[in-house]
């Protein structure tokens, strides 16, 4: 994919005539698109050449003095600076193409506004019963086994009271918490009472499982909590099943993998809330926060090791509770709360392109509001796409608000996570509030749908939802 068509400059945003590297709000999705699945073969000449990866977006002129264009290029082909090509023999193989211009200017272009549509339904509620003997129960978390979908939550402070107050008035305190299971083997239609565990003794919150294909096991982790603050004493556990969730091997503490992740007093890494994966390589990718931002740890060996990554500026990136959808080839998209950024608001979005090992500064989703000022709890899923020149469309939920955790809302982005144009709206004026995703198969239709599950305290409620609405590019 050498040479092709020069792009002087664009006609609105920004405009290039000279070497450019990408503007920061725009630099992550242009090189996801770089190392995405449509540019895999020029990818591949790439590497047969010697080139590095992951590419690199750069306005810059080509082998032997071709014009300037935006294209993707290795790293190993770029100056010390990295904003610049050098014109070398062994530098002749990169990819040039047009896309990577219309990216940059629905990036720098004004919002438009998106597409939506609002939907009345009938969801299933979940837990029924149990969230009465529980009080309320919260954060879902969801994973898909070859048997089964395990729903995980926090039963908050199971059957008790303290000094008079009932479950709502502990905040984040997770002391009297314990972690409960429930499963549906019919695709989410329904969840099966007899499944239902109490998976943990009290005081242990914050329940993430990760279904491992490679050994045919589902990596639970959590933390136990000694105190009211949940980013002081607390301890990171990891549980595995190779029963699809029905019995559970013994608790490993597994605290030290997150030394690096801590930040001072007060800021040690709590795992909360929000989407964990398995990447097409096989990498379980994990992440959590503290008061001071954000840290992703990750897995090789199907958790028997673990390594936390690193953003730009170090080990924590800017922001709060985030989930993670992988993009293919190496591309990972993690969406958060934007409270603690200039744009608070507005969700922020980051980017990996090494399987989640670095990441890209936080930038501001722009059509992704906040339903209040303190934000929520998102979820976030990739639908691969079925033909492999397109990219995946992302699915990104959470309430819309205004004001408080009402009405829930599924964005639809088909550029990467770069722009959200289109949604559907879950029941307008309802209450919603933390939620999850994941993919689950429709025989009757050619997309998937999804399965959605959200907080309607004091339980939980779910609903599949069809996709249909967002078609391919």
């Known amino acids: 994919m050498r040479g092709g068509v020069c792009f002087m400059g664009l006609s609105v945003g920004f405009l290039v005539t000279t070497a450019t590297t990408p503007p920061p709000q725009c630099a992550g999705v242009l090189n996801g698109y770089c190392n995405g699945a449509a540019l895999s073969s020029c990818i591949g000449k790439i590497k047969a050449e010697g080139g590095k990866i992951p590419l690199v977006a750069l306005y810059d002129g080509g082998y032997n003095e071709q014009k300037n264009a935006w294209r993707c290029y290795s790293p190993t082909c770029l100056d010390s600076t990295g904003t610049k090509y050098m014109n070398a023999s062994h530098c002749r193989e990169y990819c040039t193409t047009s896309a990577l211009a219309k990216i940059l200017q629905n990036c720098t272009d004004p919002v438009k506004p998106p597409t939506g ?188 090791t673990w390594k936390t990554t690193a953003g730009p500026e170090g080990l924590l990136l800017t922001g709060n509770e985030v989930s993670i959808a992988d993009l293919g080839n190496g591309s990972l998209y993690m969406n958060g709360r934007g409270t603690s950024f200039p744009f608070a608001g507005h969700r922020a979005s980051y980017w990996s392109h090494d399987d989640g090992a670095t990441w890209t500064d936080g930038v501001e989703a722009r059509n992704l509001v906040e339903p209040n000022s303190f934000g929520c709890d998102g979820a976030v899923i990739a639908v691969p796409p079925q033909h492999t020149s397109t990219p995946s469309r992302l699915f990104f939920s959470e309430p819309a608000g205004p004001g408080s955790r009402i009405s829930l809302r599924v964005w639809c982005s088909r550029d990467s996570g770069m722009t959200w144009d289109r949604y559907t709206e879950i029941n307008t004026g309802n209450a919603a509030g933390y939620s999850a995703m994941v993919q689950v198969e429709n025989t009757t239709s050619g997309n998937p749908d999804l399965l959605v599950v959200w907080e309607d305290r004091p339980t939980m409620l779910s609903y599949r939802l069809s996709i249909d609405w967002c078609p391919e590019l």
């Open 117 to 304: 549509r609002v939907i009345r339904v009938e969801p299933t509620d979940v837990w029924r019963n149990l969230a009465t003997w529980c009080g309320q129960i919260r954060t879902p978390e969801l994973t898909i086994t070859p048997s089964r979908i395990l729903l995980i939550g926090q039963c908050r402070n199971g059957n008790v009271t303290r000094n008079g107050h009932d479950s709502e008035s502990f905040g984040d305190d997770m002391r009297p918490d314990r972690l409960v299971l429930i499963a549906s083997t019919d695709g989410g239609q329904t969840w099966d009472p007899d499944s239902i565990q109490v998976i943990s003794d009290r005081g242990c919150s914050v329940g993430v499982a990760q279904y491992d294909a490679l050994r045919k096991q589902v990596i639970l982790q959590y933390q136990a909590f000694t105190l009211s603050d949940p980013y002081h004493g607390n301890t990171l556990y990891q549980q595995i099943s190779s029963d699809d969730g029905a019995t559970w091997s013994w608790p490993r503490n597994i605290t030290s993998v997150l030394t690096q992740c801590n930040s001072g007093p007060g800021g040690q890494v709590c795992g909360a809330a929000g989407s964990r994966l398995q990447t097409v390589s096989g990498r379980v990718v994990f992440a959590g926060h503290n008061a001071a931002g954000v840290c992703v740890w990750y897995s090789d060996d199907s958790g028997d």
